[in-house]
């Protein structure tokens, strides 16, 4: 079950705090996914046109086993901004979905936009390209990375609703 949050409240009570304690993505994400709410501990990834990893990472577990309860990780996809290859398409979103993860966050391209409105997982990316990417078996995962100017950490917490993407050190909710 999703925390309940609002990102515009998280923002009211966060707004002063330092970089990287807190920091809101750019609002330049569609959200692709049939679960617009979402959030959990981030995985990173770095992958520039190949999504080999991108698939390893969503066919494992999303999710960690803690005394009080399951919780949901969200990938965080370093695709360098690239809109000439779609990182994710209905195959790896429907592992994502049905391994419980919470979200992916690509800066990069979605495809098969259709099959991922219906997914039980929350999705973000630039844009909708139909062009799959090459498999190259290249990227480096647990990194820190940047997204659109935004430095994201494996173990920082995102959280992502309607209004936008927020980006904690530590869980906020």
């Not at 979905?97 to 991922?116: F, K, M, P, Q, Y």
């Not at 659109?148 to 936008?164: N, T």
């Amino acid at each position: 079950m999703t925390p309940s949050f609002a990102t515009c409240d998280l923002c009211d009570a966060h707004k002063g705090d330092a970089a990287p304690e807190f920091q809101v993505l750019p609002p330049v994400f569609r959200d692709f996914g049939g679960t617009h709410r979402f959030c959990g501990p981030v995985v990173t990834l770095k992958c520039f046109e190949d999504n080999t990893l991108v698939k390893a990472a969503l066919d494992l577990p999303g999710f960690e086993e803690t005394a009080a309860a399951r919780i949901a990780k969200v990938l965080v996809v370093d695709g360098g901004g690239s809109l000439r290859r779609a990182l994710l398409g209905g195959n790896i979103g429907a592992a994502a979905a049905r391994n419980g993860w919470a979200g992916v966050v690509i800066d990069g391209c979605v495809r098969d936009v259709a099959e991922l409105a219906l997914l039980d997982v929350g999705i973000r990316a630039l844009a909708s390209m139909p062009l799959p990417t090459e498999k190259r078996n290249e990227g480096q995962m647990n990194i820190p990375v940047q997204i659109q100017g935004v430095w994201v950490r494996p173990g920082d917490w995102l959280y992502a609703d309607e209004d936008g993407m927020v980006i904690s050190a530590s869980p906020l909710v």
